[in-house]
């Protein structure tokens, strides 16, 4: 099996910046994606980033575009998401996840077979 564990959010204030860190262990797979989804209260999982493990291809959300950069270390076996300019809209736990169908696009959330707990994120206004 596989273990994604997130770290890195917290209380900042709007403007502020947090880089999230996503550590996976476990199995490894030779071709796979890694991504980040966010889930505010009162509203639905939505998809954030992504990056593939071999290639650096990445894809981006309309909302976290030009604010936000994913990024890995493969050695480390982490993924990485550095959030800037942040408002208080991008409140929300943000989850990882791992997906070995890299030929679906990156947003499928059903695509990712494995997921983390979760880092909270708060920005206030």
């Known amino acids: 099996q596989v273990q994604l564990v997130e770290s890195g959010g917290g209380l900042v204030q709007a403007g502020g910046s947090l880089r999230l860190s996503c550590a996976a262990s476990g199995r490894t797979f030779s071709t796979y994606r890694m991504g980040w989804f966010r889930q505010a209260p009162g509203k639905e999982r939505e998809f954030v980033a992504a990056i593939r493990w071999s290639g650096d291809t990445t894809q981006y959300s309309d909302s976290m575009k030009g604010r936000s950069t994913i990024s890995k270390d493969n050695a480390k076996n982490t993924v990485y998401l550095q959030m800037n300019s942040l408002k208080p809209e991008d409140t929300a736990v943000y989850y990882c996840?791992?997906?070995?169908?890299?030929?679906?696009?990156?947003?499928?959330?059903?695509?990712?077979?494995?997921w983390g707990q979760g880092t909270q994120v708060t920005v206030s206004s």
């Open positions: 996840a791992l997906s070995r169908h890299t030929f679906l696009i990156a947003s499928y959330e059903r695509a990712y077979e494995w």
